[in-house]
């Protein structure tokens, strides 16, 4: 008897428990985002997740310098991606990939426009 009447007490107590933790984290998220806290959070996974990589590092694996011109590194991502795309890896071709688009943005933000 008394067995069973712990086991409900502690059912019942991991019940409001959960309750009180739920209500909790639903109160704080709503606190973050009239502070603005939870929308900067997310843009902030965002723009790590775009900026994966690095200028730097785009440039180590294209083979370019910072002087070179656009139309150069257009030519050097398409032999590295297409001699990827027939014998090499998927994983080397979709760091060339990312290496191009990081690139891109790069020299869209300093022309202004598109540099194709």
Not at 21 to 35: D, E, G, I
Not at 54 to 83: C, H, M, N, P
Not at 88 to 112: N, P
Request: proline share 1%; charged share 25%.
């Amino acid at each position: 008897m008394a067995a069973k009447i712990l086991a409900n007490l502690v059912v019942m107590g991991g019940g409001i428990l959960a309750r009180a933790f739920v209500q909790a984290y639903r109160q704080a998220l709503a606190n973050a985002s009239k502070t603005s806290i939870a929308q900067e959070t997310v843009q902030n996974a965002v723009h790590r997740a775009r900026k994966a990589i690095t200028e730097q590092e785009a440039r180590q694996i294209l083979g370019v310098s910072e002087e070179t011109v656009w139309e150069e590194i257009l030519k050097k991502y398409d032999v590295l991606f297409e001699q990827n795309a027939k014998n090499g890896s998927f994983y080397i071709q979709s760091k060339v990939h990312r290496a191009k688009e990081c690139l891109e943005t790069v020299y869209r933000s300093k022309a202004g426009a598109s540099p194709s």
